[in-house]
């Protein structure tokens, strides 16, 4: 079974410029979560899609924004790049497991913004 | 605000030695959960807990839930270089998942 598939692995951008960031899911799981991971602040939870609805979302911007598509394949878009947006960002395949929520993380995408 | 501390945040030690790292709150958790990330790889689930004082052991590491549900450890007996990496724990509360900053643990062989 294939695992959490993220594209692109790298990625440069500069302040202003907009990015999307791609993440297939694990087949047959219908909710996918991103976060944002730097080093100071750790996992910082972005948002969790289900069946193409978001059904929850972090404490981050409106230029932070995502979606889901029928196939369960999710992009995140942030609009007008800050310096402090450089980060790895990282899409979960969930699933309900038996002793609660599974989440199985993809590679993730790294965003550098200069 | 929920958060979840973890302790230590770095560790270096060599092969052979055991190490225990903690993950503590003040707010209760209906399940706890424990991961390993690698360099330039996203975090992979290790163990979930989910009752108050359970213990589950993944061959050389040993797991437990605090009987409160306010916090967890991981013990590692005999670590080896292979164990390195950032450690992370997660707690659910209110359908909403409560990470730690995660102890890097460095293995010396």
């Known amino acids: 079974k294939a695992g959490v598939t993220q594209t692109p692995r790298y990625l440069i951008k500069t302040r202003g410029q907009q990015v999307t960031l791609s993440c297939s899911p694990i087949?047959?799981?219908?909710?996918v979560s991103w976060y944002q991971q730097t080093p100071g602040q750790g996992l910082q939870f972005l948002f969790e899609?289900?069946?193409?609805?978001?059904?929850n979302k972090g404490n981050f911007p409106g230029r932070f924004s995502g979606r889901q598509f029928s196939n369960s394949r999710s992009e995140m878009n942030v609009s007008t790049l800050e310096l402090g947006d450089s980060a790895l960002y990282l899409c979960?395949?969930?699933?309900?497991?038996?002793?609660?929520?599974?989440?199985?993380f993809g590679p993730g995408t790294r965003l550098t913004v200069l | 605000t929920q958060l979840l501390e973890q302790s230590p945040q770095f560790l270096s030690i060599q092969e052979g030695e055991n190490l225990t790292v903690y993950c503590n709150s003040s707010?209760?958790?209906?399940?706890l959960q424990w991961y390993r990330q690698e360099p330039g790889e996203g975090p992979v689930l290790l163990v979930t807990?989910?009752?108050g004082g359970e213990v589950k052991k993944l061959k050389r590491l040993t797991f437990q839930f605090g009987d409160a549900r306010k916090d967890s450890s991981l013990h590692i007996t005999a670590a080896q270089p292979g164990d390195t990496g950032l450690y992370l724990c997660?707690?659910?509360?209110?359908?909403?998942?409560?990470w730690g900053a995660g102890t890097k643990l460095i293995i010396k062989p």
């Open positions: 087949s047959g799981h219908r909710s």
């Open positions: 807990v989910v009752t």
């Open positions: 707010s209760v958790f209906s399940s």
């Open positions: 899609y289900f069946s193409e609805t978001q059904r």
């Open positions: 979960a395949s969930n699933r309900r497991g038996v002793s609660g929520n599974e989440q199985f």
């Open positions: 997660a707690g659910y509360s209110n359908y909403q998942l409560i």
